[in-house]
Protein backbone atom coordinates (compact mmCIF):
# COMPACT_ATOMS: atom_id res chain seq x y z
CA UNK A 1 0.00 0.00 0.00
CA UNK A 2 1.04 3.70 -0.37
CA UNK A 3 2.33 5.69 2.04
CA UNK A 4 3.36 8.65 3.29
CA UNK A 5 4.64 9.50 6.30
CA UNK A 6 4.98 12.89 8.13
CA UNK A 7 6.29 13.41 11.71
CA UNK A 8 5.27 15.12 13.44
CA UNK A 9 1.43 15.37 13.26
CA UNK A 10 1.03 17.98 15.40
CA UNK A 11 3.98 20.70 17.31
CA UNK A 12 3.19 23.78 19.16
CA UNK A 13 6.95 25.82 19.18
CA UNK A 14 8.27 28.96 19.58
CA UNK A 15 9.82 31.59 17.71
CA UNK A 16 13.59 30.93 16.69
CA UNK A 17 13.73 27.27 17.79
CA UNK A 18 14.57 25.10 14.60
CA UNK A 19 12.59 22.28 13.66
CA UNK A 20 12.28 19.76 10.93
CA UNK A 21 8.82 17.94 9.89
CA UNK A 22 10.06 14.67 8.06
CA UNK A 23 8.35 13.18 5.30
CA UNK A 24 9.00 9.36 4.32
CA UNK A 25 7.63 7.55 1.43
CA UNK A 26 7.26 3.24 -0.04
CA UNK A 27 6.47 4.52 -3.41
CA UNK A 28 9.89 5.02 -4.99
CA UNK A 29 8.52 8.25 -6.91
CA UNK A 30 10.89 10.63 -7.64
CA UNK A 31 8.93 13.84 -6.93
CA UNK A 32 8.06 14.79 -3.55
CA UNK A 33 6.93 18.37 -2.97
CA UNK A 34 5.92 20.18 0.52
CA UNK A 35 2.57 22.75 0.82
CA UNK A 36 1.25 24.74 3.42
CA UNK A 37 -2.69 25.12 3.56
CA UNK A 38 -4.11 28.09 5.45
CA UNK A 39 -7.63 29.46 5.39
CA UNK A 40 -8.61 31.07 2.25
CA UNK A 41 -5.73 30.50 0.81
CA UNK A 42 -5.95 26.82 -0.42
CA UNK A 43 -2.52 25.33 -0.39
CA UNK A 44 0.33 26.56 -2.05
CA UNK A 45 3.69 24.82 -2.74
CA UNK A 46 6.68 25.44 -0.41
CA UNK A 47 9.57 23.09 -2.32
CA UNK A 48 9.57 20.52 -4.71
CA UNK A 49 11.77 18.14 -6.06
CA UNK A 50 12.00 16.13 -8.98
CA UNK A 51 14.80 13.44 -7.41
CA UNK A 52 18.00 13.01 -4.87
CA UNK A 53 19.94 16.33 -4.87
CA UNK A 54 17.62 18.26 -7.53
CA UNK A 55 15.23 21.11 -4.87
CA UNK A 56 13.49 23.89 -5.99
CA UNK A 57 11.77 26.68 -4.70
CA UNK A 58 7.86 26.51 -4.88
CA UNK A 59 5.87 29.85 -4.49
CA UNK A 60 6.38 30.63 -0.78
CA UNK A 61 9.63 29.25 -0.02
CA UNK A 62 11.00 32.28 2.64
CA UNK A 63 11.77 30.85 5.71
CA UNK A 64 12.02 27.17 4.75
CA UNK A 65 14.35 24.96 3.82
CA UNK A 66 14.71 20.94 2.52
CA UNK A 67 16.75 18.43 1.44
CA UNK A 68 16.94 15.10 -0.67
CA UNK A 69 19.81 13.16 0.27
CA UNK A 70 17.75 9.71 -0.68
CA UNK A 71 14.77 9.30 -2.82
CA UNK A 72 12.37 8.48 0.15
CA UNK A 73 13.39 11.10 2.47
CA UNK A 74 12.09 14.62 2.15
CA UNK A 75 12.34 16.67 5.21
CA UNK A 76 11.42 20.55 5.91
CA UNK A 77 13.24 22.44 7.94
CA UNK A 78 12.34 25.75 9.57
CA UNK A 79 15.52 26.75 10.77
CA UNK A 80 14.25 29.93 12.78
CA UNK A 81 10.37 29.80 13.19
CA UNK A 82 8.29 32.34 13.26
CA UNK A 83 4.56 33.05 14.40
CA UNK A 84 3.35 33.42 10.28
CA UNK A 85 4.34 30.04 9.56
CA UNK A 86 1.89 28.14 11.94
CA UNK A 87 0.13 26.52 9.43
CA UNK A 88 -1.25 22.62 8.20
CA UNK A 89 2.03 21.37 5.91
CA UNK A 90 1.12 18.65 3.67
CA UNK A 91 3.55 16.39 2.16
CA UNK A 92 2.94 14.86 -1.60
CA UNK A 93 4.70 12.32 -3.23
CA UNK A 94 3.29 13.60 -6.62
CA UNK A 95 -0.77 13.56 -7.04
CA UNK A 96 -0.45 11.93 -3.05
CA UNK A 97 -0.61 13.73 -0.06
CA UNK A 98 0.76 12.89 3.64
CA UNK A 99 -1.93 13.30 6.96
CA UNK A 100 -0.55 16.67 7.49
CA UNK A 101 1.20 18.36 10.32
CA UNK A 102 -0.40 21.02 12.08
CA UNK A 103 2.34 23.63 13.01
CA UNK A 104 2.05 25.92 15.72
CA UNK A 105 4.96 28.67 16.49
CA UNK A 106 4.27 30.94 19.75
CA UNK B 1 1.72 32.15 -15.47
CA UNK B 2 -0.60 29.35 -14.18
CA UNK B 3 -4.04 30.21 -11.99
CA UNK B 4 -6.65 28.38 -10.48
CA UNK B 5 -9.69 30.03 -9.80
CA UNK B 6 -12.62 28.46 -7.35
CA UNK B 7 -15.15 31.60 -7.30
CA UNK B 8 -17.25 29.89 -4.47
CA UNK B 9 -16.19 29.78 -1.08
CA UNK B 10 -19.06 28.46 0.23
CA UNK B 11 -21.25 26.33 -1.46
CA UNK B 12 -24.39 24.89 0.08
CA UNK B 13 -26.92 22.53 -1.65
CA UNK B 14 -30.27 20.02 -0.13
CA UNK B 15 -29.41 16.39 0.15
CA UNK B 16 -30.77 15.13 -3.37
CA UNK B 17 -30.04 18.21 -5.34
CA UNK B 18 -27.40 18.63 -8.22
CA UNK B 19 -24.70 20.48 -7.39
CA UNK B 20 -21.77 22.22 -9.42
CA UNK B 21 -18.71 23.68 -7.93
CA UNK B 22 -16.96 26.04 -10.92
CA UNK B 23 -12.87 25.58 -11.51
CA UNK B 24 -12.09 27.83 -14.19
CA UNK B 25 -8.21 28.05 -15.18
CA UNK B 26 -5.25 30.04 -17.32
CA UNK B 27 -2.42 28.18 -18.10
CA UNK B 28 -0.91 28.95 -21.81
CA UNK B 29 0.43 25.17 -22.18
CA UNK B 30 -1.84 21.89 -22.18
CA UNK B 31 -2.75 21.43 -18.91
CA UNK B 32 -4.11 18.71 -16.38
CA UNK B 33 -6.90 19.08 -14.41
CA UNK B 34 -7.80 17.39 -10.96
CA UNK B 35 -10.37 17.99 -8.10
CA UNK B 36 -9.39 16.76 -4.30
CA UNK B 37 -11.92 16.19 -1.62
CA UNK B 38 -10.91 17.27 1.68
CA UNK B 39 -12.73 15.69 4.87
CA UNK B 40 -13.22 17.34 8.09
CA UNK B 41 -9.37 17.34 9.44
CA UNK B 42 -7.73 14.60 7.19
CA UNK B 43 -5.33 14.41 4.12
CA UNK B 44 -6.14 15.71 0.19
CA UNK B 45 -7.57 12.97 -1.48
CA UNK B 46 -7.47 12.61 -5.08
CA UNK B 47 -11.02 12.56 -6.30
CA UNK B 48 -10.55 13.14 -10.13
CA UNK B 49 -8.29 13.73 -13.10
CA UNK B 50 -9.59 14.69 -16.43
CA UNK B 51 -7.28 12.14 -18.69
CA UNK B 52 -9.22 9.31 -16.90
CA UNK B 53 -12.43 10.17 -17.66
CA UNK B 54 -13.86 8.28 -14.60
CA UNK B 55 -16.43 9.21 -11.96
CA UNK B 56 -15.77 9.03 -8.44
CA UNK B 57 -18.42 8.73 -5.85
CA UNK B 58 -20.68 9.70 -8.49
CA UNK B 59 -18.45 12.94 -9.47
CA UNK B 60 -17.82 13.55 -12.84
CA UNK B 61 -15.74 16.73 -14.66
CA UNK B 62 -15.38 17.81 -18.15
CA UNK B 63 -12.60 19.86 -19.23
CA UNK B 64 -13.64 22.95 -21.62
CA UNK B 65 -10.62 23.70 -23.12
CA UNK B 66 -13.03 26.90 -24.81
CA UNK B 67 -14.43 28.02 -21.55
CA UNK B 68 -10.71 27.23 -19.87
CA UNK B 69 -13.48 25.45 -17.11
CA UNK B 70 -13.07 22.00 -15.21
CA UNK B 71 -16.36 22.00 -13.33
CA UNK B 72 -16.64 19.30 -10.98
CA UNK B 73 -20.75 17.99 -11.09
CA UNK B 74 -22.70 15.19 -9.25
CA UNK B 75 -26.29 14.71 -9.91
CA UNK B 76 -27.81 14.14 -6.87
CA UNK B 77 -25.61 15.52 -3.52
CA UNK B 78 -25.09 13.45 -0.28
CA UNK B 79 -24.67 14.16 3.26
CA UNK B 80 -21.02 12.68 3.26
CA UNK B 81 -20.46 14.88 0.00
CA UNK B 82 -19.58 18.12 2.36
CA UNK B 83 -16.19 18.75 2.59
CA UNK B 84 -13.89 21.06 0.84
CA UNK B 85 -12.92 20.56 -2.59
CA UNK B 86 -9.98 21.87 -4.33
CA UNK B 87 -9.31 22.19 -8.02
CA UNK B 88 -5.63 21.75 -8.97
CA UNK B 89 -3.46 22.30 -12.30
CA UNK B 90 -0.46 20.56 -12.98
CA UNK B 91 2.18 22.34 -15.51
CA UNK B 92 3.67 19.06 -16.97
CA UNK B 93 6.60 19.36 -14.45
CA UNK B 94 4.57 17.54 -12.53
CA UNK B 95 3.72 20.70 -10.05
CA UNK B 96 0.18 21.06 -8.65
CA UNK B 97 -1.39 24.86 -9.18
CA UNK B 98 -4.51 24.89 -6.35
CA UNK B 99 -7.17 26.70 -6.24
CA UNK B 100 -8.62 28.55 -3.13
CA UNK B 101 -10.74 26.04 -2.37
CA UNK B 102 -14.79 25.57 -2.06
CA UNK B 103 -16.67 24.28 1.08
CA UNK B 104 -19.50 22.48 -0.09
CA UNK B 105 -22.22 21.60 2.73
CA UNK B 106 -25.15 19.43 2.18
CA UNK B 107 -28.19 20.16 3.83
CA UNK B 108 -30.28 17.16 5.17
Sequence with gaps: EAQVTQNPRYLITVTGKKLTVTCSQNMNHEYMSWYRQDPGLGLRQIYYSMNVEVTDKGDVPEGYKVSRKEKRNFPLILESPSPNQTSLYFCAIWLFFGEGSRLTVL | AQRVTQPEKLLSVFKG???????NYSYSGSPELFWYVQYSRQRLQLLLRHISRESIKGFTADLNKGETSFHLKKPFAQEEDSAMYYCAL???ANNLFFGTGTRLTVIP
Design chain 2, 17 to 23: APVELKC
Design chain 2, 90 to 92: SDG
